[in-house]
């Protein structure tokens, strides 16, 4: 199983970034994928989560109307399109996988199957 992030870096504040996470290993239609974020002397925080089954967004009130979750599920992927950024949203993001049975709990962190490495985001003012 493998779930590999990418598109993070540094971008000043208003801009925007997409964040892209590759899952293999897994049957990805079974399975929702949720971006967290951790920034230093901070928790982890959920920031969205998609289900590869139906479709389905959620999204945490800091990033509503903001950023946008999206799946390929040809390839596998997906996508968090992140706007209007603030220096509040620098962290290390990670995508991960969670069984799709279990997608009431897409807010909860300790749920989740299978985790990336992350990727470093960094927003300046």
């Known amino acids: 199983v493998q779930l590999v992030e990418s598109g993070g870096g540094l971008v000043q504040a208003g801009g925007s970034l997409r964040l892209s996470c590759a899952a293999s290993g897994f049957t990805f239609d079974d399975y929702a994928i949720g971006w967290f974020r951790q920034a230093p002397g901070k928790e982890r925080e959920g920031v969205s989560c998609?289900?590869?089954?139906?479709?389905?967004?959620y999204y945490a009130d800091s990033v509503k109307g903001r950023f946008t979750i999206s799946s390929d599920n040809a390839k596998n992927t997906v996508y968090l399109q992140m706007n209007s950024l603030k220096p509040e949203d620098t962290a290390v993001y990670y995508c991960a996988a969670l069984s799709g049975f279990k997608i009431r709990w897409y807010h909860i962190a300790d749920e989740y199957d299978y985790w990336g490495q992350g990727t470093q985001v960094t927003v300046s003012s």
């Open positions: 998609i289900s590869n089954n139906d479709g389905t967004a």
